[in-house]
């Protein structure tokens, strides 16, 4: 599949993403048992975002030098708008953390532990789902209408089933490490395993991280194949997949106390899955060009945003009246 990464593409890609995992995991908190302000939430999530920008304009710069200018806007685009894509659907990701962690009660202070190997687990397996992925599409090409028709669905269903939150107490894989294991019904600090009695228990927070790794699988299900309505090109949709999660950590504290103020945010996102898979259905009667698209996306996503600010403000004046 033609692509335009080289190895100095990929080389340079490689090594601000692990200079960027090294910030997000270190400097905005790491292990520690601390609390990430909110006020420092706020700060790294521009950060990530203006990082994410500047990869776009380095992008453009090189690809202008190199390939031309009609590659370096076209190739600039995809990567803006797949970014803003897996964006605005990573959010949904965080939302379902939040009912995770509420569920097993865990404390503020060690959810970063938890989300550290979340990050990291994303990121390894949007690789290889997309990777994979690209490699279906070049010997496949009809594949990319099953991806359409399932991100069709899977907006529908987002849609059906808006204000309803997952039955966590009846999910298999909790039942199934709750029959296979002993966990004990405390936390002993950052530790997923504990010892008592000689008996190897595992802790709550280990639920938790195994809930977590799992959403990550089902939400790689669902974005994967949105980015490739706008690019099957493997350098441009893992980059803009790596850069949209090394955000989610800052974007998970940020809206921790503000999640209940987007209640209208889950139909968007399932309006957006419905635009993407018609997109895809429909690119050999008619290509929407990505800048339309972007466009698009973005107006959804921000009238989603307006309408739930607005809401939220109409219930609390109801609430003090």
Known sequence: MESIGNVWLWSGFG????????????????????????????????????????????????????????VANQKSLEFVTGYLIEKSLAIDNVFIWLLLFSYFQVPITLQKRVLVYGVLGAIVLRAVMIFAGAW????????LYLFGAFLVIT???MWLMGDQDPDLAANPVIRWVRTHMKITTEFH?????????????ATPLFMALVLVELSDVVFAVDSIPAIFAVTTDPFIVLTSNVFAILGLRAMYFLLADFANR???LKYGLAVVLVFIGTKMLLAEVYEIPVGVSLGVVAAIIGMTVWLSLRRSARDNVAAAG
Request: cysteine-free; aromatic content about 14%; hydrophobic content about 60%.
């Open 262 to 264: 987007f209640s209208l």
């Open 155 to 157: 907006g529908i269903r």
């Open 136 to 143: 279906l599409i070049a010997q496949f090409h009809w594949v």
């Open 189 to 201: 600090g950052e530790r997923f395993f504990t010892i008592q009695n000689g008996t190897r228990y």
């Open 15 to 70: 090594v601000v993403v692990l200079g960027m995992l090294l910030v997000d995991l270190l400097v905005v908190g790491g292990g520690k048992e601390n609390k990430v302000s909110l006020r420092a939430a706020g700060a790294w999530s521009v950060v990530w975002i203006v990082l994410s920008l500047a990869f776009a304009a380095v992008l453009w710069w090189v690809l202008d030098e190199t390939a031309g200018r009609a």
